[in-house]
Every structure is written in C-alpha cells, then in structure tokens.
C-alpha cells in the first residue's frame, strides 16, 4: 500500500492539463462534502437551549437543529454521486499511463487502487482547505466551541479523503486496463438493475431518515416516516423507471426509426440500459424533494400571510427563514446533480471516442452524433422524471389536505419536474463541445 500511494502521488504531481482538471473537480467535490459535515457537526455539538444570534431562532432549539442536521447530511448524496462521476471520468483520461503501470508489472487491481488513491490526495486538498477555512471561521464567530465540535473536525477531515478513495474504488471496481492500453468497463449482464450497493444505500438513507427526521414540519403534526419512505421510495422507483424504459425504448427505436441520431441513441441504450439509471439517480431524488417542498412551501406561506395579523414579526420570521433556507439547500443539491450530470456525460463520450471517431470517419455528421446524445439522456429521462414529479405531488397534495381546513392543492410544483427536466437536458448540453474532439481521427490509432 505504502508503494501505491508513493506511485499516486508521483502520478498527480505529472498530471497533465487534463488531469488537472479532473483533480480540480474532485477537490471541489471533496470541499463540498467536508463543508456540510462540518457544519453538521458544529450544529450537532450544541446541547439544550440556546439564543443564537443567526437564523432566526432556528438554531435555537434542539428540534430545529435535528431538522438542519439531517438536510446537511442528505447534501452529501448528491455530492458523493458528483465524486463517482469524476473519478470515471478521470479513469479514462489516464488510460495511457494504466497502460504504462500494468507494463510494468502492476496487477488490474493495483492499477484501480493507485486511481484510488489518487482521488483520495484530490479529496484531502479539498478537505484541508475546507477545514482550514471553517476553524478560522469558527474562531471568529464562536468564543468557546465545545470539545465536541473540534473532534468532529478532527474526524471529518480525516474521513472525506478515506470516503473519496472508498467511493472511487466503487466507482472504478469494473475498469480493467490491458497492458497494451486498452481500458475497458465489465459491464453487468444485460438487464440487470441496480446492484445490492444502490439498494443498500437507499435502505440507509431511509433508516437514517426515519430516526432523525423532525417530528413537526412547519407548524402542523404530520408522519415524517411516511414522507420521508415516498421520497425515498419513490425515488428508487424513478431508477427502475429509467433503467426499464431505456431497455425498452432502445429495443423499441432500434427496430423501427429511420433517423439516424435517434437509431445511435437506441444502440447505445439497448448496449447498456442502466447506463443512465446509475447517472440520473439523484436527480431524481432532488425531484421529487424539489416538488414536495415546493407545494409545502406554497400551502405553509399562504396560511401565515392569511394569519399575518396574528402572529408576531418572530414567528413570521423564522417560518419564512427555514422555508428559505430549505429551498436554498434544495437548490444546491440541483447543481450538484446537474454538474453530475455533465461529468457523466463527458465520460461516456470519453469512454466511447473510438467507436465515434469510426461513425465520424464513417460520414456521420456531427450534429447527429450530437443529437444522439442528447437522445441519449431525454428519452429514457422524460418517464423517469414524470414519476419522480408525480411523487412530489403526492406529497404537495396531502401535506395541503393536513393543513388547518383543508388549503388548496398548489399547482406551482407542477412546473417543477419540467424545469428539472430542461435543466438535465442543458447540462447533457455542455459535453458537446468535447464531440468535435472525441470524433478526432487519431482516436482511431488507439485500441
């Protein structure tokens, strides 16, 4: 091991201006993740009642904190996801210098643990900075943190490097590298869904969510386990949708379409259907968080403006600032995903070069190949989303039947899935600039 992380580091210090960038992302990523757990857990440290003098009376109580704990922590979803995508991205960049290793006389498995590894140096920069900027933070503003919270530091900066190595070494468990340069993904059989690791992680998430979960939610008694098991559900469920209606709509389009970008868009999802299940994962989930709060967000104000006259300038306050801030942290994991998103795309087009080089050298045009892959993601998106959507209404609709009364089920969230949808559908958008340089004839030499 002490040899696999002394070739690592050697390999990121003579990385390219490529690698760079990929080694940037990671860093970003990794920055991300710490900053939320950090955050996590100086909120956590706090023990009883408190007057704090930032968010209106939401750090106040214990109850609150527990709420904003958990929407820190569920952060990390789509932050471990953008991870895996850069470090798929970043093992098809390095392709020739896999080569090198395995002619050398490194095993597959040394290869992907050096790659590994790599990621982990990526996150610890991304980690150190975060943690850096966040105890001078501290300093500044809290006189006397409690002991609590510098261990948490301490075990946070620590455990993002050794999550970030962990989840590229997932994410890079099927590349094998030939020592003739050639990089290759083991793809499961064809048709098979998500593996025990998604499910797991899911039964996680749900646990998790159950326990922690606030047992109010803007004022009115509700079942948190119940929404919290519809997001979740309904989440993994939108997977399976993207998965099934891949494979179906591939084998569906393949036989029957005369366009060419549409029939290269069915290959590429009948080749591998659960392609775009594993990429468009937690946008899903943020969809469907995105549309139940949204109608939340709609019914709960409504019913606070009708009783503005009741309610003193405090209470006010702190309602609209938690809805704010929850929006605020939903947004957030919208980017995370989309940038994602993006990364995923330009890693297929990286894992793909050669066989698009041979379309382009074939008479392809580009803009079929670049309509392709926006097929690619809008076609087996377009179902998954819709369900996604569906689920946040569920929950819009029946947090609005609880309300005091009865309010009026809120059409606003109706819009949202759409502008998941549009917003997917430009972040695929964003890799096509990388096509004119995957469709390169010397692409061809490399097998």
């Known amino acids: 091991m002490r040899t696999d992380l002394r070739l690592a580091l ?11 960038w990929r080694v940037t992302l990671t860093a970003v990523g990794a920055g991300l993740a710490t900053g939320f757990m950090l955050a996590a857990a100086a909120i956590a440290s706090l023990r009883g009642q408190f ?4 968010g209106n009376g939401l750090l106040d109580r214990p109850g609150e904190r527990s709420g904003i704990v958990l929407a820190l922590l569920l952060l990390l979803v789509p932050v471990l996801g953008f991870l895996g995508q850069c470090a798929r991205i970043g093992a098809v960049h390095r392709d020739r210098r896999l080569a090198g290793l395995r002619l050398a006389g490194a095993s597959p498995a040394q290869v992907r ?29 809290w006189r006397n943190p409690p002991a609590l919270a510098w261990a948490g530091f301490a075990g946070i900066a620590v455990a993002v490097p050794l999550l970030g190595a962990l989840v590229s070494a997932l994410a890079l468990r099927r590349v094998v ?14 048709g098979r869904g998500p593996g025990a690791a998604f499910l797991g992680a899911a039964l996680v998430i749900l646990v998790v969510g159950l326990f922690t979960a606030p047992v109010t939610f803007g004022g009115f008694d509700t079942a948190p386990a119940l929404v919290f098991g519809v997001v979740i559900l309904t989440g993994v469920g939108a997977v399976w949708v993207t998965g099934a209606t891949a494979r179906l709509t591939g084998r569906r389009l393949a036989a029957r379409t005369g366009n060419p970008a549409t029939l290269i868009a069915a290959e590429r999802l009948r080749d591998d259907p659960w392609a775009a299940a594993r990429t468009h994962a937690a ?6 968080v995105g549309t139940g709060f949204t109608g939340i967000r709609q019914v709960l104000l409504d019913i606070l403006h009708a009783r503005g006259p009741e309610m003193m300038a405090w209470d006010m306050s702190f309602y609209t600032t938690g809805v704010n801030l929850t929006g605020a942290a939903i ?24 066989g698009l080089a041979a379309q382009a050298a074939a008479g392809v045009p580009h803009a079929v190949l670049g309509r392709a892959l926006l097929l690619e993601t809008a076609l087996p998106l377009a179902p998954a989303v819709a369900l996604a959507g569906a689920g946040g209404m569920a929950i819009s609709t029946w947090y609005a039947w609880l309300a005091d009364g009865g309010a009026a ?3 606003l969230p ?11 559908l430009l972040a695929a958008a964003t890799s096509l600039p990388l096509l004119r340089r995957s469709v390169h004839p010397t692409e061809l030499r490399f097998t």
Do not use: H, K, N, Q
């Not at 590298?177 to 064809?190: E, F, I, N, Q, T």
């Not at 087009?349 to 050669?354: G, I, M």
């Open 51 to 54: 007057s704090v003098s930032i």
């Open 409 to 411: 089920v809120p059409v």
């Open 10 to 20: 050697l390999l990121t210090r003579g990385s390219d201006r490529r690698e760079w």
């Open 177 to 190: 590298a030939s020592p003739l340069g050639w990089v290759r993904r083991v793809r499961p059989s064809r």
């Open 414 to 424: 109706l819009l949202i899935p759409v502008a998941v949808y549009a917003a997917c």
């Open 331 to 354: 947004l957030v994991a919208l980017m995370i995903t989309l940038s994602g998103l993006a990364v995923g795309t330009a890693e297929s087009l990286a894992a793909r070069r050669r």
């Open 113 to 141: 643990r050096i790659a590994a590894l790599e990621t982990g140096l990526a996150c610890l920069a991304g980690a150190a900075v975060t943690t850096v900027f966040s105890v001078l933070l501290v300093l500044g503003e």
């Open 283 to 288: 946008v899903l989930l943020v969809t469907v």
